[in-house]
DNA sequence: CGCCATTAGTTGGTTTGGCAACTAATATTG
DNA sequence: CAATATTAGTTGCCAAACCAACTAATGGCG
C-alpha cells in the first residue's frame, strides 16, 4: 500500500543511483582537496589543475592544456590570462605559428606548484586508505574502464 | 633519468590522479544520462534530481529535498520555483507550520517523472555493463566506503 | 596565387552554482 | 511573556561553466 499502482510505477532511488553517488562523491572529493589550496593561493580547481599540467608538460599550448585537462577552451582561455596577470604562468609566442604560444610556470608559479604537489598527494593518500592495496588497485582501474565505456556510449 | 632532480621535484600526474579522474569521469556521466532528458523536456540536472527526489518521497519540504540531495538551499529555492511556475510541482503550506510547505509533483509532473525514470535505469545499466555483476557491486560497495571515508576528513 | 577549410584563441551572452545577508515564522529560555 | 535563538525559505551578488559566434593565422588545393 505504498504506493499507487496505475501501471507498474517504477521509482528511481537516487541514494542508489550510481551516476548520482558518483558525482556526489566527486564533488566532495574535489572540494576537500581544493580546499587545501584554494584559501593560501586564491586558485579555483580549474586554475590548480591549468598549473599541474604546465608542472607535467612545460611548454604546451592552451589548446593542448584543453586536450589533456577536458577544460572547454574559453574557460581556459580565461583563466590563463588570469593566471598570466597574476604572474604564475608566462606565455611565449611561437615564431613559426602565430596562433599558438607555448605556456610554462613562471618560477613563483613553479614554487606554488611545488608547495601544492605534496600536499595533493598525502589528500589523495588519506583518501584512499579506506582501501586495501588490492581495492586501491582494483578501484582505479574499475574506473578507467567504466570511463573508457563511458567514451564509448552515444550522448 | 625521466625527472630533472633539482631538489627532488615531484610532478603531479594529473591523469593518474585518482580525484580527478573521478570528477572527468563523473561529469562525463551525468552529461551523457542529463543528454537523455534535457532537450525533450528542458530539465537541468538539479531539476531533475528535485523531481526524482519528489518522485521517491512526495510531500517532503524544500529542506528535506535540500538534506536527500545535498542541493544547497538558495540553488534549491530557484530551481523549486522554475518547476512551479512550469506547473511540474505544487506547493502545499503547512498550515502548522507556516515556514514550511510540502512539496509534489503534478500530474504533468509525474508523467514525466514516470518516462524519464526508465530511461535513467537503462542508461545505469549500459554505463555498468562493462562490469561483471560482481565488479558492479564491488564498485558500489568501494564509492560507498569511499564516500563514507571522504565525510570523516577535515575540509 | 587565390579561395576555402581548419586551427588557436578570444569574446559575448546566458545559465548554473555558491556564499552571505535577509525575511518571516516558530522554538527556547530566563 | 518578552527577548533571543533557530529554522525555512528567499534574494542579492559574484564566480564558474558553457555554447556559439567571432578574429586571426595557417594549411590545402584548384
Redesign the interface.
Known sequence: MEQEDK?I???????R?????????????????S??YSSKFALSITEW?IM??L??YPDISADQVSN???IEKSILSRAINKLLQRQLLLREFDAADRRRSMLRLTATGLSVY?EV??V??D??E??????SDA?KE???E??????????T?P?
Chains 1, 2 share one sequence.
Not at 543511483?17 to 582537496?33: D, E, F, K, Q, V
Not at 588519506?126 to 582501501?131: D, E, K, S, T, V
Open positions: 501501471t510505477a517504477p521509482v528511481l532511488q537516487l541514494e543511483y550510481l551516476p548520482y553517488r558518483l558525482s556526489i562523491l566527486s564533488n566532495r572529493i574535489s572540494n576537500l582537496i580546499a587545501t589543475r599541474a599540467v608542472g607535467e589533456k585537462t577536458q611545488r604537489v605534496p595533493s598527494y589528500y589523495e588519506a583518501l584512499l586508505n579506506c582501501f581495492e582494483q578501484f582505479s574499475l574506473i578507467d574502464r567504466l570511463y573508457r565505456h563511458a567514451l556510449l550522448g
